[in-house]
C-alpha cells in the first residue's frame, strides 16, 4: 500500500481556482478534464496516490462511479452521498496505515478531516504548491535542456555527409 495519498475535493478546488472557476463558467466537464490533467502532472511529479472525488449526490439514481485517468483514481459519489462524506470515510479508512491530506476549503470538511488523523490543504495553499510544482516541472524538462542544433547533418548517415560534403567541395 502507498505510504501518502492526497484526497481532493474536485468542484471544491474548480470553483475556488480562478483559472478553473472561469473555465467551468463555459464549461464545466472541460474544468473537470483541466483538474485531473493537473493532478495527473501532481500525481506523476509527487510519487503519491491521489483520488479526486465529485459530487453527483443531486442527480437522481446516480451510482458511485470509480475509475483510473492516468494514474489517478476518479470518483463520482452516489446519490445522496457528498464528496465530503466520501472523503471523510476515506480519510478514516486508510489514514490508519498512511500518511492522508485533503485539499479542500470547507471550513467544516477540514474540522472533519483533521479529526481522522488526516491532514488538510486549503485550496489556495493546495494552487500555490501546484504553481510551484508546475514551475520546477518547466525548470527541469523545458528552461534547463541544452538546445541542440537541428542540422540535416545531424540526422544522417555520417558516410552521407562525407559525400555531401565533397560535393560541395568540388564546385
Same mark, same amino acid.
Given at each position: 500500500?502507498?505510504?501518502?495519498?492526497?484526497?481532493?475535493?474536485?468542484?471544491?478546488?474548480?470553483? /475556488?481556482?480562478?483559472?478553473?472557476?472561469? #473555465? /467551468?463558467?463555459?464549461?464545466?466537464?472541460?474544468?473537470?478534464?483541466?483538474? *485531473?490533467?493537473?493532478?495527473?502532472?501532481? %500525481?506523476?511529479?509527487? &510519487?503519491?496516490?491521489?483520488?479526486?472525488?465529485?459530487?453527483?449526490?443531486?442527480?437522481?439514481?446516480?451510482?458511485?462511479?470509480?475509475?483510473?485517468?492516468?494514474?489517478?483514481?476518479?470518483?463520482?459519489?452516489? $446519490?445522496?452521498?457528498? /464528496?465530503?462524506?466520501?472523503?471523510?470515510?476515506?480519510?478514516?479508512?486508510?489514514?490508519?496505515?498512511? +500518511?492522508?491530506?485533503?485539499?479542500?476549503?470547507?471550513?467544516?470538511?477540514?474540522?472533519?478531516?483533521?479529526?481522522?488523523?488526516?491532514?488538510?490543504?486549503? /485550496?489556495?495553499?493546495?494552487?500555490?504548491?501546484? %504553481?510551484?510544482?508546475? $514551475?520546477?516541472?518547466?525548470?527541469?524538462?523545458?528552461?534547463?535542456?541544452?538546445?541542440?542544433?537541428?542540422? #540535416?547533418?545531424?540526422?544522417?548517415?555520417?558516410?552521407?555527409?562525407?559525400?555531401?560534403? &565533397? *560535393?560541395? +567541395? %568540388?564546385?
Amino acid at each position: 500500500m502507498t505510504s501518502e495519498y492526497l484526497l481532493v475535493d474536485g468542484y471544491n478546488i474548480i470553483f /475556488a481556482w480562478e483559472k478553473l472557476k472561469k #473555465l /467551468a463558467d463555459d464549461n464545466l466537464s472541460e474544468a473537470r478534464d483541466k483538474l *485531473l490533467e493537473i493532478m495527473s502532472n501532481y %500525481q506523476g511529479f509527487k &510519487k503519491i496516490e491521489v483520488i479526486v472525488v465529485f459530487d453527483a449526490h443531486k442527480v437522481k439514481g446516480s451510482v458511485r462511479k470509480i475509475y483510473n485517468h492516468h494514474n489517478i483514481e476518479v470518483v463520482y459519489t452516489k $446519490e445522496a452521498e457528498t /464528496a465530503d462524506h466520501f472523503i471523510e470515510r476515506v480519510a478514516h479508512v486508510i489514514g490508519r496505515e498512511c +500518511r492522508v491530506r485533503v485539499a479542500t476549503s470547507d471550513a467544516l470538511e477540514q474540522t472533519i478531516i483533521l479529526s481522522k488523523g488526516a491532514t488538510r490543504v486549503s /485550496a489556495k495553499e493546495f494552487e500555490r504548491e501546484v %504553481q510551484a510544482m508546475e $514551475e520546477k516541472i518547466r525548470r527541469k524538462y523545458i528552461e534547463d535542456k541544452p538546445v541542440k542544433e537541428n542540422m #540535416l547533418e545531424s540526422h544522417l548517415d555520417p558516410q552521407v555527409v562525407a559525400f555531401m560534403e &565533397k *560535393l560541395r +567541395r %568540388q564546385k
